[in-house]
């Protein structure tokens, strides 16, 4: 890092790219477990994306502010009148200056969703500001979606190896103001740098992927599936890659698209389409004037939608939930007349006082919760005896997963057994889950849970590293926990216990 005046005569700092860790520097995770635990069968029989050192070298993942990076080029994600507020954009244009805001007014204008404008970095220590508009998300345009948003990663790269540039700084060009899943934007994202840098890495020597504190953990998590770091992250992708991991390029493949493209003629246009934007490697990708670039969604599915399905899904929808709710009132009546003291005296699981906001505060003790051991059935049956009563209004969750290991972690399947069988209100009026001390495994649990099992929590899920994180939301005189959790804590963290004001 080194100092210079910026143009207020402001000390402002500045990193050097070359002083970032690489990817191949961070240690890999060696140790976790083998996911074949899960109980979920792996995707892949082989890595669609191999152990490559030098690949990895390649890479850093910095969590910090883009517009202090001293590299050739930086990523500014904006709308397509290019004057979008965000806190990545409002920090680039504030050091770059006054010039850059005439240059985008006076010269560059505009910039379609998914294509790339270059602008020169002025004040900024980078060289150039590759722009680029990330899409909407709407779950009708999922795929026209995914397509503009790898377009978006795939010009940036492609634009900086034209102007032979050599570092470029990438930032999150998903965003959540335009309602885009920030896992599903890192997934496409991450695939598609590796795909490029696969097949033209000689033209670039460092890529560095700059997030925030919201986005570190979802990258940390995905990064080690398409950039392992050791054989053994290699095979645990194997379970916890998608099925689907795009194609030559990266991009989206919806298989069924394509068998109908090649068995309708009529679609012939469309296929050709297709095939000039993904190979177009010598420019510029120019997407904006394709359809899923205006959001108007899939043709295929336009022209079917006069066919009435064999079968209401709302109806199977409905039926579903009905059989949900009879299983689940079953289950509360036995909860509520079985002996369950093997699974309460643990006391892994309870109720402990209430947050500031009056919310009940459900306290769940991961070491004390022997997974291989405990009673499954009974563990189910006592948490709905515990949770049913308070869940009817909103609650709240603290998971301690201080000094837990491998029997303690449950599998996959009985999580997701779990999370069918409790009704709506657990989910709806849950406000808070709480992850204290987290682990490599638990960002990968949750990051996996909240994906394909429960997105609707996903947002709800904070992971803390340490106790005194709680105490703006909830009251030391509320939470009752184990003397080894807080012993623990000081241990790691210092005396730094109080007890704070109440919010006003």
Not at 77 to 88: A, C, G, I, R
């Amino acid at each position: 890092m080194r100092l210079v005046m910026d143009p207020l005569g402001m000390v402002a700092e500045v990193v050097d790219v070359y002083s970032l860790k690489r990817w191949s520097q961070v240690p890999s995770n060696q140790h976790v477990t083998d996911y074949s635990i899960l109980g979920e069968e792996r995707k892949h029989s082989a890595s669609p994306f191999p152990y490559d050192a030098s690949l990895n070298r390649k890479l850093s993942l910095w969590m910090g502010d883009i517009s202090t990076l001293s590299v050739d080029a930086i990523v500014n994600s904006t709308n397509e009148s290019m004057t979008e507020s965000n806190p990545v954009s409002d920090r680039i244009c504030a050091r770059a200056g006054p010039k850059l805001l005439e240059e985008i007014h006076e010269e560059v204008k505009e910039c379609r969703t998914g294509e790339v404008r270059v602008t020169q970095g002025h004040n900024l220590p980078a060289r150039y500001v590759i722009h680029t508009v990330g899409p909407k998300y709407n779950i009708k345009y999922q795929s026209a979606a995914e397509n503009t948003l790898h377009f978006c990663y795939r010009n940036v790269l492609q634009k900086a190896c034209e102007l032979n540039l050599s570092t470029v700084a990438v930032c999150v060009i998903n965003s959540v103001r335009r309602n885009y899943p920030p896992d599903e934007g890192a997934h496409i994202a991450i695939r598609t740098i590796r795909r490029f840098l696969e097949q033209h890495g000689e033209l670039l020597d460092t890529v560095v992927l700059v997030v925030d504190n919201i986005d570190l953990g979802i990258y940390e998590v995905i990064l080690p599936l398409y950039f392992p770091r050791s054989p053994q992250e290699e095979e645990n992708a194997l379970w916890l890659l998608p099925a689907n991991v795009g194609g030559l390029n990266g991009e989206p493949v919806q298989p069924d698209r394509q068998i109908r493209i090649i068995d309708n003629p009529q679609h012939a246009l469309e296929a050709d389409d297709s095939v000039d934007l993904s190979s177009q490697l010598d420019s510029s990708i120019s997407v904006g004037e394709h359809a899923f670039c205006q959001m108007q969604g899939d043709l295929d599915q336009q022209r079917l939608l006069g066919e009435r399905p064999q079968s209401d899904p709302l109806d199977e929808l409905m039926i579903k939930e009905m059989q949900n709710k009879e299983r689940y009132e079953r289950l509360l009546r036995r909860a509520k007349s079985e002996d369950l003291t093997e699974v309460s005296g643990i006391g892994c699981l309870y109720q402990s006082g209430v947050d500031r906001f009056g919310r009940p505060v459900i306290v769940f003790v991961g070491k004390w919760f022997r997974f291989r051991e405990i009673n499954l059935d009974k563990a189910l049956l006592y948490l709905i005896y515990l949770l049913d009563p308070l869940v009817k209004g909103d609650y709240v969750i603290a998971y301690f997963h201080t000094l837990t290991s491998t029997p303690n972690h449950p599998s996959l399947t009985w999580l997701k057994e779990v999370y069918s069988v409790l009704p709506y209100k657990y989910k709806k009026n849950l406000k808070a889950f709480y992850i204290v001390h987290p682990t490599f495994w638990t960002k990968m649990m949750t990051w996996w849970f909240t994906t394909f099992m429960a997105p609707a929590i996903k947002q709800k899920v904070h992971n803390l590293p340490g106790v005194e994180y709680l105490y703006s939301v909830i009251s030391p005189d509320q939470l009752e926990i184990p003397a080894y959790i807080t012993e623990y804590d000081m241990s790691m963290n210092g005396l730094r216990y109080f007890q704070p004001e109440s919010p006003t």
